[in-house]
């Protein structure tokens, strides 16, 4: 599957051990031009972290899969890109809110997964 959007948020980069080592993940978010848009997070991991380079405000299509697991009688999914083209660059690098603004955008705290 394939979306085009707007990066709004890049986090920084998770790491962990797993039975089968080192791992790393790093999630980022876009935002789609349309009438209604949607927000979208979608998560790299292992390599593809170093092979693609975007920054907030880059316009980017991203091509993805769908990946559903089971923890704990609950599932839950997650969008993984696997290619990012850069359509258009941004010169804003900075962050898409202000927190000192009121109105910015605080995200909303989540369970912490069981894996």
Do not use: H
């Not at 980017?60 to 839950?76: A, C, D, I």
């Not at 696997?82 to 909303?108: L, V």
């Amino acid at each position: 599957m394939d979306i085009t959007g707007k990066v709004i948020v890049v986090n920084p980069l998770v790491t962990g051990e797993g039975k089968n080592g080192t791992w790393r993940k790093k999630e980022f978010v876009i935002e789609t031009a349309s009438d209604y848009p949607k927000k979208v997070c979608f998560s790299l991991w292992g390599d593809k972290i170093d092979k693609f380079s975007f920054n907030v405000g880059d316009e980017v299509n991203v091509s993805f899969e769908l990946e559903s697991r089971e923890g704990n009688g609950r599932w839950f999914t997650e969008a993984r890109a696997w290619m990012i083209k850069t359509t258009s660059q941004s010169s804003n690098q900075g962050p898409i809110a202000d927190s000192s603004d009121p109105g910015a955008f605080e995200p909303e705290e989540t369970d912490s997964l069981p894996f």
